[in-house]
């Protein structure tokens, strides 16, 4: 049996710095012509510091992923997440080796339709880097919100950038 889910989206409303980052409705789930795409915003850490404010909400159209977000090993994430959706939801950062409890990957939270939550962690100096990704994960919502679309690349800088052939390749919008 078909099922239609829900289309949702990560939205970031503004990243720290440089003036922010505004998305709407028309810069998410447009196709773009293929030479020089675009990709998903980039909201790189900065000084130390991965300061954002991310919004989940639903929005017509096609999927589109959330932010990039880049870190690098010692960094601190300050994220600040504000549940627009009907229902309730989360943030699990999938593969990174960080604190699964508090106000870090702590996939017992819920936080409620309407309401917000301010993560808070750092990425260990010795953090191997690497491709991860962030997606909800409150129990009961994972699946309907996954397939609808919540979820954005999550990547840690470092010794692989340093390999010949991975500074030889060219990345989306990364550069
Ligand atoms: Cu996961």
Known sequence: MARNFPRHSFLALAAAGAGGLVLGRGALGRAQPSAGVAGPAVIRSSGGLLDLDLVAGATPGS????????????????????????????????????????????VFLSIPGGESFAYAFEIPADHPAGLFYYHPHR?????????????????????????????????RSSR
């Open 63 to 106: 999927l589109s992923p959330g932010p990039r977000l880049e870190v690098r090993p010692g960094d601190a994430v300050r994220l600040r997440f504000r549940n627009t959706l009907e229902e309730p939801s989360t943030i699990h950062y999938h593969g990174l080796h960080v604190s699964p409890g508090g106000s870090a990957d702590n």
């Open 139 to 171: 129990h009961g919502t994972v699946s309907d919100q996954g397939f609808g679309g919540l979820g954005g690349m999550l990547v840690v800088r470092g010794e692989l950038d340093e390999l010949l052939e991975v500074r030889a390749a060219r990345g």
